[in-house]
């Protein structure tokens, strides 16, 4: 499983299926408990292709939320969000693969977020993977829930299949990531196809650093 990753810095998220909600999901699972709010943007395309969030589906904390047309739109925002330290996370959701989304304008980010101490998150639809300085970035896929334990027929804690592509502080590497709700944590185990490591203890689970 990863060691802790740097969570006061800029991540980047790639679905693997662009509309899909999966990244969205792991990502507000690993945000730390806090009443603060969190300050969340999306470009047109995203809101086009994907929706608004669903704000009463989301966890328990405060959402400010932010509608904007370009993707510069959205970095510019994001930037000045986390000069406010009051903040429990900065969210920015942009579609493919904008030139203004190059190396410097990541690398801000990253330096304003661990100035001010605040967790930056970038979820990347649509997108490749180009030069990024974030220091951590995943694929998130979605996969069954795991068994209601009340009722069979009801979805229980999702599950993810995450993997760590770059990272600057831990290894890279695929995992199952699953959350549990009761306890607000997110569960990280061996993929099956990590070998090793799965068959020598498949059923371990492990706290994931938030």
């Known amino acids: 499983m990863p060691a802790q990753t740097q969570s006061h810095t800029l991540s980047e998220i790639f ?10 999901g792991f990502l507000l699972a690993k945000l730390p408990p806090s009443t603060a709010p969190v300050f969340w943007v ?10 608004h969030p669903y704000l009463p589906g989301l966890p328990d904390r405060p ?30 959701e942009v579609w493919g693969n904008p030139k203004v989304l190059d190396f410097t304008a990541s690398k ?44 069979p027929k009801a979805p229980g804690d999702p599950r ?14 695929t995992w199952i990531a699953t959350h549990d709700r009761t306890a607000d944590r997110v569960d990280i185990s061996a993929s099956v196809r990590d070998g090793p490591m799965a068959k020598s203890d498949g059923k371990a689970q492990h706290r994931a650093a938030r």
Not at 42 to 51: A, P, V, Y
Not at 160 to 173: D, K, M, N, S, Y
């Open 108 to 151: 801000r980010l990253v330096l304003r977020a661990e100035r001010y101490g605040i967790p930056c998150w970038l979820v990347r639809r649509a997108a490749s993977p180009d030069l990024s300085a974030a220091r951590n970035r995943w694929r998130v896929t979605s996969l069954p829930s795991l068994p209601h334990p009340d009722d």
């Open 42 to 51: 999306q470009d047109r395309l995203s809101r086009q292709e994907t929706g």
């Open 63 to 92: 959402i400010i939320r932010i509608d904007v047309n370009r993707p510069v739109d959205v970095l510019w925002a994001m930037e000045e969000g986390l000069r406010c330290t009051s903040l429990a996370a900065v969210i920015g």
């Open 160 to 173: 993810w299949q995450v993997e760590l592509f770059r990272a600057r502080h831990t290894q890279p590497g």
């Open 15 to 24: 679905p693997t299926a662009v509309t899909d909600t999966a990244g969205l």
